[in-house]
Antibody, heavy 121, light 113 residues
Framework: QVQLQESGPGLVKPSETLSLTCTVSVGSISTYYWNWIRQPAGKGLEWIGRIYHTGDTNYNPSLKSRVTLSVDTSNNQFSLNLKSVTAADTAVYFCARESTSNGYPYYFDYWGQGILVTISS | DIVMTQSPDSLAVSLGERATINCKSSQSVLYSSNNKNYLAWYQRKPGQPPKVLISWASSRESGVPDRFSGSGSGTDFTLTISSLQAEDVAVYYC?????????FGQGTRVEIK
């Protein structure tokens, strides 16, 4: 059973950079696409972006100017950096795996438990 | 971006009764080359991550009770819970994976009447 676990600070100051890491247990980070998704309290789910083990990325255009994803295959981890954060970035952040067939990514089949990140001074 | 719109925003159903949630996409998510709809349904309970119930619009994931079913094609989809159980109280989301950015519906809250 694939397990994902988010880690990082739960409190970030406005204008600073939010940095989170997702550790994948059981199985290799290779072959699949790895995603970040967030959900502000009382709002819907927003896809942030994804990374392949090769380092190829896709970002949501709404966040692209502020987001950087990276992958560390030796430690089975991938990371999210979101710069210049504001209160609007306060949310539960999830990491998730995209199911894959013949190299094509599809829906999210495994998720981390999520981590609440609050943007406040 | 493909906009996903769910209806209703919330519904209250008696135990044992049917619950129906609709999801409409702003453009078709049916891929003509393989005749598959790139649409999934998720269930989210408080304190838990979303759990995939249905993929490819109508394919139930392993371990999901058969009271959950998905239907529809193109731009209009439905998630049906045939006989609502207490443990089904949750928020349900549709997801399109036809293109990036991946987009979700706004969610439908299901409660017990």
């Amino acid at each position: 059973q694939v397990q994902l676990q988010e880690s990082g600070p739960g409190l970030v100051k406005p204008s600073e950079t939010l940095s989170l890491t997702c550790t994948v247990s059981v199985g290799s980070i290779s072959t699949y696409y790895w995603n970040w998704i967030r959900q502000p309290a009382g709002k819907g789910l927003e896809w942030i972006g994804r990374i392949y083990h090769t380092g190829d990325t896709n970002y949501n255009p709404s966040l692209k100017s502020r987001v950087t994803l990276s992958v560390d295959t030796s430690n089975n981890q991938f990371s999210l950096n979101l710069k210049s954060v504001t209160a609007a970035d306060t949310a539960v952040y999830f990491c998730a795996r995209e199911s894959t067939s013949n190299g094509y990514p599809y829906y999210f089949d495994y998720w981390g438990q999520g981590i609440l990140v609050t943007i406040s001074s | 971006d493909i906009v996903m719109t769910q209806s209703p925003d919330s519904l209250a159903v008696s135990l044992g009764e049917r619950a129906t949630i609709n999801c409409k996409s702003s453009q078709s998510v049916l891929y003509s080359s393989n005749n598959k709809n790139y649409l999934a349904w998720y269930q989210r309970k408080p304190g838990q991550p979303p759990k995939v119930l249905i993929s490819w619009a109508s394919s139930r994931e392993s371990g999901v009770p058969d009271r959950f079913s998905g239907s529809g094609s193109g731009t209009d989809f439905t998630l049906t819970i045939s006989s609502l159980q207490a443990e089904d109280v949750a928020v349900y989301y549709c997801l399109q994976y036809y293109s990036t950015p991946r987009t979700f519906g706004q969610g439908t809250r299901v409660e017990i009447k």
